[in-house]
């Protein structure tokens, strides 16, 4: 399975965008990019996902590097409600690929808006 | 529609005790997952349904069952509680085995 490297903290100042890094240097061809949000206490809730081309959504945008290697989540006008441990996760969606259908969550980005 | 519930939110128990987390779901979809959360961890998969009377294990299966009668419920069964299985229990659905996965809002346990 492709793992995934992001920065334990980041912070972010209420109204500014969020940027925040993932790192998939082994990711295969058939892997999607996929991030999930857990607000404390809470249920991970889906937030996006991409394979290649720049994805964007009533919640996000997810910047995909050419080579696949990094993305990058953006929360454009970050609010205090936003503050949450972010995961940003490598997934197949092709039956037969290692990590077919599996969400393996890392220990995720926690991200902290702050007024 | 409500989506994934988690019953109850809180319990504890003693070493020992048995107890079935409860998960059922209205959208209609066919997988379930539950996952377990330690502090401060992301999510392991215990097991997962790909439909009524299917099931499989995940990653740490070890001290739980489940079963799987309908499409709308998914139990996951402790027999023998141990303090190594206080965490968070998640539930989750998705409408196929590489869906979007929706989570539910968990049940805190405590084993003493």
């Known amino acids: 399975d492709a793992k995934t490297t992001q920065p334990p903290s980041m912070d972010c100042a209420e109204g500014r965008a969020a940027n925040l890094p993932c790192n998939h240097s082994t990711i295969s061809g058939n892997e999607y990019v996929y991030w999930y949000r857990q607000i404390h206490s809470q249920g991970p809730q889906y937030i996006i996902h991409g394979l290649k081309n720049n994805e964007t959504n009533e919640m996000a945008s997810l910047i995909i590097t050419e080579d696949r290697k990094s993305s990058t989540l953006i929360l454009p006008h970050a609010t205090l409600r936003d503050t949450a441990v972010y995961y940003c996760i490598v997934r197949s969606l092709n039956a037969g690929g290692t990590s077919y259908g599996k969400l393996t969550f890392g220990q995720g980005t926690i991200l902290t808006v702050h007024p | 529609n409500a989506g994934v519930t988690q019953t109850p939110k809180f319990r504890i128990l003693k070493i020992g005790q048995s107890m079935t987390l409860q998960c059922a779901q209205d959208?209609?979809?066919?997988?379930m997952y539950w996952y377990r959360q330690d502090p401060g961890m992301g999510l392991k998969l215990i097991y997962y349904?790909?439909?009524?009377?299917?099931?499989d294990k995940g990653e740490v299966p070890n001290g739980y069952n489940v079963s799987r009668s309908t499409t709308e419920d998914f139990p996951l069964r402790l027999e023998l509680a141990a303090p190594s299985q206080t965490s968070v229990y998640f539930c989750?659905?998705?409408?196929?085995?590489?869906?979007?996965?929706?989570f539910g809002p968990g049940t805190r346990l405590t084993v003493l």
């Open positions: 989750a659905s998705s409408a196929a085995l590489a869906g979007t996965q929706y």
């Open positions: 349904s790909v439909g009524a009377g299917i099931t």
């Open positions: 959208m209609n979809h066919n997988y």
